[in-house]
């Protein structure tokens, strides 16, 4: 179907906004369609479509979009739409544009540099590069620069996997189940779903499959305290207290008063009683350390880079700096430390962020265990195994979109060890001296 050609228009005038990177892609955008309400929802939708693809591909069509006369802006916006709506359906063209639009069309990109290929910054090219080796890093990449799928986690206080899926095909929409998750649903095509019984309902969430599996290995259950350190919006929060059975108590603790808002809408739908939204000031604040060595299960998912999401936040990649990845590990190792002290002995910690690189993971968990010999490390097979969760893991959880058509997420378990308790070891004298004195006593005899 043709598109109106005012759409072009538009599309360079939000593009312009965006790239100036002065907020977050999707700040932008509900900001511009809030200034333009005569919007509908498939304008807004294929101009969305369009400057998300932008962003996914900036390094190619920038490259592309600089050369000839028209100006580079109309060129991006351009070949964001043909992109994602095809060449055909704009009207309005110069013969010079739809000339430049099929000549991109023709490019075979595989043959393109590797960053170029990749679409990403030099700093986190060289990053992942130094990380994974270059072919994967363009396998990651790729799947990076591709949309991510519409996930669903199927809340087990309200309903099942299979009522759930039955309910969604009247809809109709189509979903099938996971791999890993056994709540999670994966829907075929985008449909909205806020306007469906069985979201308003709380029967389902919207959450990747890899949030999903870092929530069960988590493993809380009935009747536990547990602690979702940095519960933002409460994603994970919601999925833990599901697993709990609505018993027990689960604090949602985050420094963000406007995150934790958002949990309270879904903590009505979603039929929880056991949640407990606290804001704190910092890793440090009094309310924590009223709780300390009382909970047996905390998850910390950790401010982090975000690079595992880029499927969803195309811009991150763009609007990150090099230098706040530093900035960023002093902040986890900060909280790790922090929500490491409210475990009571042979409680578990999940440290879990949504990073891809090795600084913001495997290296704040070791550095841990370097200075906290009280922790050890469980290692993630075994907990994969107790959680029954068919995924082939080491020491640590590495779900990556190319190989598990998940965000990338990266997750530790650590253990407190329990200590001994004072009472058995007096308990062990005291029967270690009936001992001697029964020795004693039957040489008597
Ligand atoms: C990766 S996000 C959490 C996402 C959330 N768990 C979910 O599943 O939707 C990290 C969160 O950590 C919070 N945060 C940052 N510093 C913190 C601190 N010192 N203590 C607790 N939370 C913190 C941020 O406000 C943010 O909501």
Known sequence: MRLPPAILGNTEEVLREVLRFMS?????????????????????????EA????????SFFTDFAGAGNTPSMRKLA?????????????GGLSEDETH???????????????????????????KFVAQYGEKE????????????????RVNSIKSNRDDVMAELAKAPIAAEPMPYAPLGLRVLKKPALQNLPLFKDGAIEVQDEGSQVLSQIVGARRGEMVVDFCAGAGGKTLALGATMRNTGRLYAFDVSEKRLAKLKPRMARSGLSNVHPVLIAHERDAKIKRLAGKIDRVLVDAPCSGMGTLRRNPDVKWRQRPEAIGEMQEKQAAILDGAARLLKGGGRLVYATCSLL????????????????????????????????PLEMGDY??????????????????ERKAKAKAEPVEKAAADADDATEDASGSTDA
């Open 78 to 90: 351009l070949l964001g739409l043909a992109e994602t709506a095809g060449i055909d359906a704009l």
């Open 137 to 152: 890093t363009l396998e990651l990449a790729a799947a990076l620069n591709t949309p991510a799928p519409l996930d669903l």
């Open 100 to 126: 430049f639009l099929t000549r991109i069309k023709e490019v075979d990109r595989t043959l393109l540099p590797p960053q170029m290929q990749a679409n990403l910054p030099t700093w986190l090219y060289d």
């Open 24 to 48: 977050p892609a999707d700040v932008t955008l509900s900001r511009y369609f809030k200034d333009h309400p005569r919007f509908g929802g498939r304008e807004r939708g294929v101009i969305a």
């Open 397 to 414: 959880l590495k779900m990556l979109p190319h190989k598990h058509q998940t965000d990338g997420f990266f997750a530790a378990v650590l």
């Open 358 to 389: 090795n600084e913001e993971n495997d290296f704040i968990v070791e550095q841990f265990l370097g200075t906290h010999p009280d922790f050890e490390l469980v290692p993630m097979s075994k907990v994969l195994a107790e959680q029954k969760i």
């Open 51 to 58: 400057v998300y693809a932008v962003l996914r591909n900036k």
